[in-house]
């Protein structure tokens, strides 16, 4: 119905796919930059194959500016909200929540390359899997100011978004139909956001 009356209307279904589109990436990226329950990597891939197969080039822009901002924006709150919980007498659910996802040997190893590198850290922690909460965690702990994290995290996101969006390239080009992209690149993005856990898993059952 939806897309009859865009039809109708003279809109072109590619137009309205976009319009949905673009929203949904922005808000499912910052979702998943607030709570770790989308794979937000996956997502941008995703995203990229599609706009490889059916849409103009200025549409790979687009994917890449909607991820790299939706992922700014939500470090930028999930940072703030962790400084609040600092400034809190009692701390606070997030500031805990924090704490959970980054085990204490990555946390005292982001706090190790935070004093070596300083916020130019933050740009490998957005690319090395499960290494953003350590680091993030690590500039709270050193009390760095929010404007200090922004400026840091600003050259992380748009790196983070063009390796992802380079995979969905990838994995567009290598196939003729879209959803064999699609799933290449999720593949592709799930296998190197777990390989890094795997690997400490088997290094812990093998050490004596």
Known sequence: MFLGTAA???????????????????????IGALVPVVPTGALVSSAAVVAFHHTAPLSLVLVFVVAAFAAYLGDLALYWLGQR??????????????????????????????????????????????????????????????????????????????????????GGSLFREPWEGVAAAVALTLAVSTAPGVWRRIRGTATP
């Open 85 to 170: 919980g600092m400034r809190s007498k009692n701390g606070s659910r997030r500031l805990e929540a924090l704490r959970r996802r980054a085990p204490e040997d990555r946390l005292a190893q982001a706090q190790e390359k935070l004093n070596e590198h300083g916020v130019a850290v933050l740009t490998l922690s957005r690319l090395v899997p499960a290494g953003r909460i350590p680091v993030m965690l690590a500039c709270l702990l050193a009390r760095m100011p929010l404007r200090e994290f922004a400026r840091g995290d600003a050259p992380a996101c748009l790196a983070w978004a063009a390796t992802y969006q380079v995979i969905g390239i990838l």
């Open 8 to 30: 109708g209307t003279g809109v072109p279904p590619e137009s309205t796919q976009q319009a949905i589109g673009y929203p949904s990436l922005f808000l499912l990226v910052l």
